[in-house]
Protein backbone atom coordinates (compact mmCIF):
# COMPACT_ATOMS: atom_id res chain seq x y z
CA UNK A 1 0.00 0.00 0.00
CA UNK A 2 3.04 2.41 0.88
CA UNK A 3 4.56 1.74 -2.67
CA UNK A 4 1.00 2.55 -4.32
CA UNK A 5 1.18 5.96 -2.62
CA UNK A 6 4.89 6.74 -3.32
CA UNK A 7 4.02 5.47 -7.29
CA UNK A 8 0.57 7.97 -7.30
CA UNK A 9 3.03 10.95 -5.23
CA UNK A 10 5.21 10.54 -7.97
CA UNK A 11 3.05 10.23 -10.71
CA UNK A 12 1.32 13.29 -9.20
CA UNK A 13 4.94 15.38 -8.99
CA UNK A 14 5.49 14.57 -12.54
CA UNK A 15 2.16 15.57 -13.64
CA UNK A 16 2.66 19.31 -12.42
CA UNK A 17 6.24 19.14 -13.67
CA UNK A 18 4.75 19.18 -17.02
CA UNK A 19 2.30 21.59 -16.83
CA UNK A 20 3.80 22.80 -19.82
CA UNK A 21 4.82 20.95 -22.97
CA UNK A 22 7.07 22.22 -25.82
CA UNK A 23 5.49 21.51 -29.47
CA UNK A 24 6.35 21.78 -32.88
CA UNK A 25 5.25 24.77 -34.80
CA UNK A 26 4.71 25.16 -38.37
CA UNK A 27 7.11 23.32 -40.80
CA UNK A 28 8.63 21.58 -37.61
CA UNK A 29 10.29 24.48 -35.90
CA UNK A 30 10.34 24.40 -32.17
CA UNK A 31 7.67 27.06 -30.94
CA UNK A 32 6.79 28.83 -27.80
CA UNK A 33 6.13 27.03 -24.68
CA UNK A 34 2.41 26.00 -24.71
CA UNK A 35 0.03 24.98 -21.47
CA UNK A 36 -0.49 21.23 -21.20
CA UNK A 37 -3.67 19.65 -21.94
CA UNK A 38 -5.19 16.52 -22.39
CA UNK A 39 -5.69 14.51 -25.62
CA UNK A 40 -9.47 14.87 -25.68
CA UNK A 41 -9.03 18.68 -25.59
CA UNK A 42 -6.49 18.38 -28.22
CA UNK A 43 -8.78 16.15 -30.39
CA UNK A 44 -11.56 18.43 -29.71
CA UNK A 45 -9.26 21.72 -30.56
CA UNK A 46 -8.55 19.88 -34.33
CA UNK A 47 -12.31 19.20 -35.01
CA UNK A 48 -13.10 22.34 -34.34
CA UNK A 49 -10.55 23.88 -36.02
CA UNK A 50 -11.47 21.54 -39.35
CA UNK A 51 -14.93 22.52 -38.66
CA UNK A 52 -13.95 26.13 -39.22
CA UNK A 53 -11.74 25.64 -42.22
CA UNK A 54 -15.28 23.72 -44.05
CA UNK A 55 -17.19 26.64 -42.98
CA UNK A 56 -15.19 29.55 -43.97
CA UNK A 57 -14.03 27.33 -47.43
CA UNK A 58 -18.31 26.47 -48.01
CA UNK A 59 -20.27 29.59 -45.76
CA UNK A 60 -23.93 28.74 -44.67
CA UNK A 61 -27.03 26.87 -46.51
CA UNK A 62 -25.77 23.85 -47.45
CA UNK A 63 -27.40 20.84 -46.61
CA UNK A 64 -25.81 18.68 -43.70
CA UNK A 65 -24.78 15.71 -45.09
CA UNK A 66 -22.31 18.03 -47.65
CA UNK A 67 -20.76 19.34 -43.98
CA UNK A 68 -19.90 16.18 -42.81
CA UNK A 69 -18.57 14.35 -45.86
CA UNK A 70 -16.20 17.60 -46.05
CA UNK A 71 -15.29 17.45 -42.27
CA UNK A 72 -14.42 13.72 -42.38
CA UNK A 73 -12.49 14.54 -45.50
CA UNK A 74 -10.49 16.95 -43.85
CA UNK A 75 -10.23 15.30 -40.37
CA UNK A 76 -8.63 12.52 -42.22
CA UNK A 77 -6.08 14.72 -44.17
CA UNK A 78 -5.20 16.11 -41.00
CA UNK A 79 -4.12 12.35 -39.68
CA UNK A 80 -6.96 11.45 -37.64
CA UNK A 81 -9.31 8.71 -37.63
CA UNK A 82 -12.74 9.27 -38.43
CA UNK A 83 -16.27 7.10 -38.68
CA UNK A 84 -19.13 8.47 -40.61
CA UNK A 85 -22.26 7.38 -40.11
CA UNK A 86 -21.64 5.03 -37.21
CA UNK A 87 -25.15 2.61 -36.50
CA UNK A 88 -25.92 2.90 -32.84
CA UNK A 89 -28.35 0.72 -31.58
CA UNK A 90 -30.37 0.66 -28.64
CA UNK A 91 -29.72 -2.01 -25.28
CA UNK A 92 -33.48 -2.25 -23.77
CA UNK A 93 -33.08 -5.33 -21.43
CA UNK A 94 -30.08 -6.88 -22.33
CA UNK A 95 -30.99 -7.02 -25.85
CA UNK A 96 -29.35 -4.74 -29.21
CA UNK A 97 -32.11 -3.21 -30.86
CA UNK A 98 -31.29 -1.79 -34.36
CA UNK A 99 -33.31 1.15 -34.73
CA UNK A 100 -31.56 3.38 -37.18
CA UNK A 101 -30.09 5.67 -35.23
CA UNK A 102 -26.90 6.96 -36.48
CA UNK A 103 -24.18 9.32 -35.37
CA UNK A 104 -22.65 11.69 -37.70
CA UNK A 105 -18.91 11.26 -37.24
CA UNK A 106 -17.20 9.40 -34.60
CA UNK A 107 -13.66 11.04 -34.40
CA UNK A 108 -11.28 8.75 -32.66
CA UNK A 109 -12.81 9.16 -29.10
CA UNK A 110 -15.53 11.55 -29.42
CA UNK A 111 -18.84 12.42 -31.11
CA UNK A 112 -19.67 14.90 -33.44
CA UNK A 113 -22.91 15.72 -34.69
CA UNK A 114 -23.04 18.17 -37.55
CA UNK A 115 -26.47 20.54 -37.80
CA UNK A 116 -27.92 22.93 -39.58
CA UNK A 117 -30.36 24.56 -38.59
CA UNK A 118 -31.52 28.49 -36.93
CA UNK A 119 -30.83 27.70 -33.48
CA UNK A 120 -29.75 25.17 -31.60
CA UNK A 121 -32.13 23.72 -29.16
CA UNK A 122 -32.18 21.12 -26.00
CA UNK A 123 -33.83 18.41 -28.25
CA UNK A 124 -30.28 18.54 -30.11
CA UNK A 125 -28.21 18.70 -26.99
CA UNK A 126 -30.38 15.71 -25.59
CA UNK A 127 -29.72 14.05 -28.78
CA UNK A 128 -26.09 14.73 -28.80
CA UNK A 129 -25.75 13.24 -24.64
CA UNK A 130 -28.09 10.38 -25.89
CA UNK A 131 -25.75 9.56 -28.72
CA UNK A 132 -22.26 9.46 -26.12
CA UNK A 133 -24.70 7.42 -23.29
CA UNK A 134 -25.74 5.13 -25.87
CA UNK A 135 -22.33 4.81 -27.21
CA UNK A 136 -19.79 5.21 -24.54
CA UNK A 137 -18.27 8.03 -25.64
CA UNK A 138 -18.07 10.54 -22.84
CA UNK A 139 -17.31 13.77 -24.68
CA UNK A 140 -19.08 15.16 -28.10
CA UNK A 141 -19.31 18.40 -30.03
CA UNK A 142 -22.60 19.84 -31.34
CA UNK A 143 -21.84 21.95 -34.41
CA UNK A 144 -24.38 24.02 -36.31
CA UNK A 145 -23.37 24.85 -39.87
CA UNK A 146 -26.14 27.25 -40.46
CA UNK A 147 -24.70 30.42 -38.82
CA UNK A 148 -22.60 33.12 -40.19
CA UNK A 149 -19.73 32.86 -37.84
CA UNK A 150 -19.00 29.14 -36.49
CA UNK A 151 -18.24 30.08 -33.23
CA UNK A 152 -21.63 31.03 -32.80
CA UNK A 153 -22.82 27.61 -33.57
CA UNK A 154 -20.24 24.97 -31.62
CA UNK A 155 -21.06 23.33 -28.53
CA UNK A 156 -18.89 21.08 -26.38
CA UNK A 157 -20.73 18.26 -23.84
CA UNK A 158 -19.37 15.93 -21.77
CA UNK A 159 -21.31 13.11 -19.82
CA UNK A 160 -20.16 13.48 -16.44
CA UNK A 161 -21.82 10.23 -15.08
CA UNK A 162 -18.68 8.08 -15.20
CA UNK A 163 -16.29 11.61 -15.34
CA UNK A 164 -13.81 10.24 -12.12
CA UNK A 165 -13.46 7.00 -13.51
Not at 46 to 62: Q, T
Not at 155 to 160: A, F, H, L, S
Amino acid sequence: MVSVVIAFQQVTAVHLSLRFVLTRGYKGRMSSVVPFQPKINQLTGIVVNAAMKVHSVLGPGLLESAYQACLARELRNRGVMVASQVALPVVYEGEKLELGYRIDLVVENSVVEAKCVEAIHPVHEAQLLSYMRLSGIPVGLLINFHVARLRDGIKRMVDGRDWQK
